[in-house]
Structure formats: C-alpha cells, structure tokens
Nanobody
Framework: QVQLVESGGGLVQAGGSLRLSCAVS????????MGWFRQAPGKEREFVAT????????YYADSVKGRFGISRDNAKNTVYLQMNSLKPEDTAVYYC???????????????????WGRGTQVTVSS
C-alpha cells in the first residue's frame, strides 16, 4: 500500500515562506515523478509543481513560477515544496502525489497521478 504523508503547512503572513514535505512509503520512490497540487475552497484541485523521477526536470504552474521550488531526496523518499513570497491567493490545501507510471516526466494532469496524500492546509493572511 502506497502512503504519502504531507507536513509543514500552517498560517503565514503574505510575503512569508513555508516548506512542505511529503514522505512516501510503499513503492519505488526513485522511479516516479512527484507532484504537488492544491485546492482552494470552492475551486477545483490544480497543478502546482512536479519534479521528474531523475530530478533533472521541473515544471511549475505559471501562478507559482519564480516563487515556489520543488525538490526531492530519493535517499529519504521525500519530496519538498519550498514556497516563498506567499500571497493570500496561495491559500489552499496542498496535496502531494505520485505519478501513476514509472519513468515518466512532465505530467501535470490530475489523472496522471495515482497516489495521493491527505493534504496539508496552507493559509496566507493579508
């Protein structure tokens, strides 16, 4: 059974930073791309960032480019999302997800990811 557990969310003022972590167990972490998605109240879940299984390629939503950074530590089976210059519109539940198939890269659709964490709340106050 694959398990993804997010942590690191919280309340922060606009302009602040947070670092989310996602610990993965139960599958070969190093062979799958990992992603972060978010869902704000009343909105659909949306893509935020993904990093390839090799770690060589990253992709970001336009809304977070230049502010967020996704990284992974394959030795620790953990993926991170560093969020800087946070804005109130970044307020959402953030979800970690693992690509449905191994050795792919560049996928950003919800359907491309087959394993999900339960999410961690990020609230940015103005």
């Amino acid at each position: 059974q694959v398990q993804l557990v997010e942590s690191g969310g919280g309340l922060v003022q606009a302009g602040g930073s947070l670092r989310l972590s996602c610990a993965v167990s139960g599958r070969t972490f190093s062979s799958v791309a990992m992603g972060w998605f978010r869902q704000a109240p009343g909105k659909e879940r949306e893509f935020v960032a993904t990093r390839s299984w090799s770690g060589d390629n990253t992709y970001y939503a336009d809304s977070v480019k230049g502010r967020f950074g996704i990284s992974r530590d394959n030795a620790k089976n953990t993926v991170y999302l560093q969020m800087n210059s946070l804005k109130p519109e970044d307020t959402a539940v953030y979800y970690c997800a693992a690509d449905r198939l191994a050795l792919r890269t560049g996928r950003t659709g919800l359907a491309d990811f087959g394993s999900w964490g339960r999410g961690t709340q990020v609230t940015v106050s103005s």
